[in-house]
């Protein structure tokens, strides 16, 4: 008895995982919430109510409340009531977004982050990203924020298209 | 252990306080900026502030355990009740007091933050950490700044100098001790604060060295002793916007 719950259980917690990261994020929907590195755990207690942990980028992230109800709603279609928990610790990291993710963001015109986050800026050092459109290393710095608070303004020097640089956090 | 609590929930009243009108008047900027990206730079860290602050009221919410939500403490309390520095509350006037009071707070904020990553609190700890890391971005916008109208034009070097002449007597107040902070030192709850100013300090004459601003600039008569509920003109203005919706319709939700 107490096998066969555990069993279910680990299937839950499977499918709970599956569903929430393949939803896309809403503001650059190239990327699904496991990619980017959002969804930070998922828990069945001992009477089996399930419990998803996710956490926001930055502290100030317009899309978390959005992000929270669309996996709400994810799950509620799939027949499955969790508790939603947002965590802040540890707080979230570029280091998280995965390899796929990062080939997602490129190939969707966002210059993925190029180091990782405990290597902290020089004052007056800006990172070069390569241009997501002609792979050029001749990049330059706009701003150090972009569209969203994740990312900075670039412009590529070789074919002079503008491009977003997700920044390393 | 009442005492303990009332201590935590003032300081992070405090620091919510500071970080939601701050980002409000950052706020301010938006569709106003000299340029597009400033506009969005500015804008950015609002959000990133307002964040912050968000973290802290929810928290101190929790901590008071009188059922107070994060848009009770940051819409219905009274002028009195915020207790904020008067920094924060400066009017944005023109782009460089913008700056200079981004960059005056937010080397404040990095070095804050980096000690209550540590703090012996818990929650307090998770919400600087994640702070921390924002809070350098921050520093480096407003120093790059500082850096380009400092040693820039003639025009933009007198502005740069003005607005360090109008926010310097609030420097102090950053650092000013109090009981409630003492016993937060005590108890390990806040970490050595005391090593705050010089660090500012050194920051900030780091950046004005490269812009070519004299740091005499920085010495005058402060205002401050601030924090318990005191503030400049400004502040009941700021309210009347920020609370226009909630005094109007109570209980108003997105």
Request: proline share 4%; aromatic share 8%; with cysteine.
């Amino acid at each position: 008895m107490v096998e066969l719950a555990t069993k279910h259980d680990k299937e839950l917690e499977n499918l709970i995982w599956k569903i929430a990261e393949e939803i896309p994020d809403p503001e650059i929907p190239v990327i699904p919430l496991g990619d980017l590195g959002i969804v930070r755990g998922v828990e069945i207690d001992e009477r089996g109510r399930a419990l998803i942990k996710l956490t926001p980028t930055y502290s100030g992230c317009p899309a978390i409340q959005l992000i929270e109800d669309t996996v709400r709603t994810a799950l509620e279609n799939a027949g499955i009531v969790a508790a939603i928990e947002r965590v802040i610790s540890p707080p979230w990291t570029t280091d998280w977004i995965s390899k796929a993710g990062r080939e997602k963001l490129r190939a969707y015109g966002i210059a993925p982050p190029q180091k990782t986050s405990s290597s902290k800026p020089a004052l007056f050092e800006s990172d070069t990203p390569r241009c997501p459109r002609c792979d050029s290393i001749k990049t330059q710095l706009v701003s150090q924020f972009g569209s969203t608070p994740c990312k900075a303004h670039y412009v590529c020097k070789s074919c002079r298209e503008p491009f977003d640089y997700f920044k390393c956090l | 252990m009442a005492k303990a609590n009332d201590d935590l929930f003032e300081y992070l009243i405090r620091l919510g306080d500071d970080h939601l009108i701050l980002g409000h008047r950052l706020s301010q900027w938006c569709g106003h900026a000299p340029t597009l990206e400033e506009d969005l730079a500015l804008s950015n860290i609002a959000l990133d502030m307002i964040g912050q602050a968000r973290s802290l009221y929810t928290y101190a919410g929790e901590v008071e355990g009188k059922g107070r939500s994060e848009d009770d403490l940051a819409f219905l309390r009274k002028e009195h009740e915020y207790h904020n520095l008067m920094l924060v509350e400066r009017a944005n006037n023109d782009f460089a007091h913008t700056i200079i009071r981004q960059l005056f707070f937010s080397v404040y904020a990095e070095l804050l933050w980096e000690i209550l990553s540590t703090s012996g609190d818990e929650k307090l700890s998770q919400i600087a950490a994640k702070a921390r890391k924002e809070a350098s971005y921050h520093v480096r916008h407003s120093a790059q700044w500082t850096i380009r109208l400092g040693d820039g034009t003639q025009e933009s070097a007198a502005r740069i100098a003005d607005a360090v002449k109008t926010m310097a007597p609030n420097i102090q107040e950053m650092f000013d001790d109090d009981a409630v902070l003492q016993r937060l030192v005590q108890t390990g709850v806040i970490g050595d604060v005391a090593v705050l100013k010089a660090a500012w300090h050194i920051s900030i004459a780091e950046i004005f060295s490269t812009a070519k601003i004299d740091t005499d600039l920085l010495e005058t008569v402060a205002i401050g002793g601030a924090r318990p509920g005191r503030h400049t003109e400004s502040m009941g203005h700021i309210l009347a916007e920020l609370q226009y919706m909630q005094r109007t319709y109570p209980g108003c939700q997105w």
